[in-house]
């Protein structure tokens, strides 16, 4: 198996492209640190049980990996590799059942702009988040605020917030009148 890496606008975090669905249309997840795995995946355990990894991000068709400040990517990266081709050779699952980011209740009369919210972000800005190794998730509407959660290589990126601020929420003041304003949800 042949795993490219691509580098992140996040210095500290490298994307691994296996060649093949890691979450597939199941959506993303991002585990903040080995604490939150815990039971969860099995792909996720594996990478933290590395030393000098910080945090793991698993997408559509790539995982990416944030490594602590001591670490060496020189270093990391040729164990990352061996952890991840082990993995998808053994045929292991990546994560259990059920496992993913919930979303905040929405009040009925909210929906039709939800679903607006929801269209373009899937279609405008996760798909260049995720070229990046990262994602954008809605959490949930209220008042005219979008609140999201960054993801993986997004979410330690020196940008994101001026992303977050003068792009997602720009393009969505834009075409839903209704949103004022977004706010960054953590975990």
């Given at each position: 198996?042949?795993?490219?890496?691509?580098?992140?606008?996040?210095?500290?975090?490298?994307?691994?492209?296996?060649?093949?669905?890691?979450?597939?249309?199941?959506?993303?997840?991002?585990?903040?640190?080995?604490?939150?795995?815990?039971?969860?995946?099995?792909?996720?355990?594996a990478l933290f049980a590395l030393p000098g990894v910080s945090r793991v991000f698993l997408g559509?068709?790539?995982?990416?990996?944030?490594?602590?400040?001591?670490?060496?990517w020189s270093e990391l990266r040729p164990i990352i590799l061996s952890a991840l081709v082990d993995h998808f050779a053994a045929g292991l699952p990546v994560v259990e059942a059920g496992v993913g980011v919930t979303e905040e209740p929405i009040a009925p009369e909210d929906q039709e702009i939800v679903t607006q919210?929801?269209?373009?972000?899937?279609?405008?800005?996760?798909?260049?988040?995720?070229?990046?190794?990262?994602?954008?998730?809605?959490?949930?509407?209220?008042?005219?605020?979008?609140?999201?959660?960054?993801?993986?290589?997004?979410?330690?990126?020196?940008?994101?917030?001026?992303?977050?601020?003068?792009g997602v929420e720009n393009m969505l003041r834009h075409y839903v009148p209704e949103v004022v304003g977004v706010e960054q949800v953590e975990g």
């Open positions: 198996m042949f795993i490219e890496t691509e580098d992140t606008p996040n210095p500290a975090t490298l994307k691994f492209l296996p060649g093949r669905a890691v979450m597939g249309d199941s959506g993303t997840i991002d585990f903040i640190d080995a604490d939150a795995v815990i039971g969860r995946s099995v792909l996720a355990d559509h068709d790539f995982v990416s990996v944030t490594k602590a400040d001591s670490a060496d919210i929801k269209e373009l972000l899937d279609t405008r800005v996760r798909p260049a988040v995720a070229g990046d190794g990262g994602d954008i998730v809605f959490r949930g509407y209220k008042d005219g605020i979008v609140r999201l959660t960054m993801q993986g290589a997004c979410s330690g990126c020196p940008s994101s917030r001026a992303t977050l601020k003068h």
